[in-house]
């Protein structure tokens, strides 16, 4: 059961007389719980609301279109609380963050409705076999899956909960169902690499189709991993060994069966020094928010932006003079997409800044976890023009908001420049850099 917060005016739900502060206990006899099944139950044409006020329950029956909402507000998106992670990863990022740091961001979560909802990714570990049976009813799809590995003893250690081993067994099942499943490995050096990665992406490719991608991403590292699990950066010779390895099985299954399935993250290519691919190999992008492709689509979009360049020129104004900063990873990207624009842009001058991250430590060097101390610490004094340039990326998506607490109307301030949040796009960074967007 779960209660209502706010009716719609003119809603169905509304004109049936349903009000705030009511409890909806049940659709059509099934007991809802959360926002999945409540969706789910919604679909029928014909509802009837089990609800309950001031302790005294009643009935609605409403009739309505398949897919149409009936008005209802709830306390929570998922009109529950976030299931947390139960598991204790020997590369857990959030176990990695300094003390001190607001409340909310030490929270794990582990959410299967997530997954579906926003594309988190899962562990399944506190999963039992009704959600599973769940998720198959309702054909909830694709599910992002945290592997790591599927040597069912190794993924116990990895995660220190007894359930990680078993819960692989959830895999077959749900692509059996016909459930769409995205695969994650975080790769830990001398763990679950090697012959363990090999196994691991050997047994993942026999879930066939359903098993859309799958990808091989380094452990994150920051300075504060005293006390943790002993972990260690791969080398560039390091990364450039796990490409090979994972290029050669993805050709392996581009043969099989016309995907490739398997992609590394751009921060190994990165880190091997080696050139990353172009559009085609990618397939559409399917790991783009685990950072696989992301330069490369940048680039893309740049690119093709560009054969419009003087369809945004009667709206350009010069001389214009901005700056971005960007991470350690990004910036000779970033770079080189300023030096072509200011060479075929009369009057534009772009100021590109990279910002090592000493907050959380050299080794990450992703924009994505830039603060607004390190951007102030390392932009002071510096020529920043007209307007300052964030990847918007380093805010939280629901408030304005650095990890470290600054906002950006407090980082705008102590530098004495405008602050924009810059869209993590090829062509709309054509359209900021020109004052347009």
């Given amino acids: 059961m779960v209660k209502i917060t706010s ?56 009739s309505k279109r398949e897919y149409d909402d009936i008005g209802l507000d709830f306390e929570t998106p998922l009109m529950d609380k976030k299931h947390s ?59 992002n899956v945290s592997v790591h590995t599927t040597n069912p003893e190794l993924r116990v250690k990895m995660m220190h909960n007894k359930r990680a081993g078993e819960v692989l067994n959830y895999l077959p099942r749900m692509a059996e169902a016909g459930i769409t499943l995205c695969g ?21 490719f026999a879930l066939g189709d359903a098993m859309e991608s799958v990808s ?33 099985f993805a050709d392996e299954c581009y043969a099989a069966c016309g995907s490739r399935k398997f992609f590394c993250a751009d921060e190994l290519y990165l880190t091997a020094g080696l050139p990353l691919p172009e559009e085609h190999f990618y397939e559409g992008y399917p790991q783009i928010e685990n950072g696989v492709g992301m330069i490369t689509s940048l680039l893309t979009e740049f690119e093709d932006e560009l054969n419009y360049l003087d369809e945004y020129m009667a709206d350009y104004h010069a001389p214009r003079r901005v700056s971005v900063a960007t991470g350690v990873a990004a910036y000779p990207t970033i770079r080189a997409m300023a030096a072509r624009l200011e060479a075929m842009v009369e009057g534009l001058e772009i100021r590109v800044y990279e910002i090592i991250n000493h907050f959380f430590g050299e080794s990450i060097t992703v924009a994505g976890l830039l603060t607004g101390t390190d951007m102030y610490e390392q932009l002071k004094g510096r020529e920043l023009g007209d307007e300052l340039f964030i990847p918007e990326n380093t805010l939280r998506a629901d408030e304005a908001m650095f990890l470290d607490d600054m906002t950006p109307d407090e980082l705008s301030e102590k530098l004495g420049v405008p602050v924009r949040a810059g869209k993590n796009n090829g062509a709309a960074f054509i359209r900021e850099m020109l004052g347009l967007e």
């Fill in 7 to 62: 009716v719609a005016p003119n809603s169905r739900a509304a004109r049936h007389g349903v009000q705030a502060n009511d409890i909806l206990i049940s659709i059509n006899g099934r007991t809802v719980t959360d926002v999945l099944d409540y969706r789910f139950f919604l679909t029928d044409t014909r509802v009837t609301l089990g609800l309950e006020r001031d302790g005294e329950p009643y009935e609605v029956t409403i």
């Fill in 184 to 204: 994650q490995i975080v790769l830990c050096r001398g763990i679950n690499d090697g012959e363990e990665l090999d196994r691991s992406m050997r047994d993942l």
């Fill in 85 to 143: 992670c139960e598991n204790k990863c020997i590369f857990c990022f959030i176990d990695q963050l300094p003390k001190g740091m607001r409340e909310t961001l030490y929270f794990k979560d582990d959410d299967s409705r997530l997954s579906f909802l926003h594309g988190n990714f899962i562990t399944m570990t506190n999963l039992r076999d009704a959600d599973i049976d769940r998720i198959i009813e309702m054909h909830i799809s694709p599910v």
């Fill in 216 to 248: 091989i991403v380094p452990a994150g590292l920051t300075r504060y991993r005293q006390k943790l699990f002993p972990l260690e950066p791969y080398t560039k010779d390091e990364a450039a060994a796990i490409i090979r390895q994972v290029e050669a």
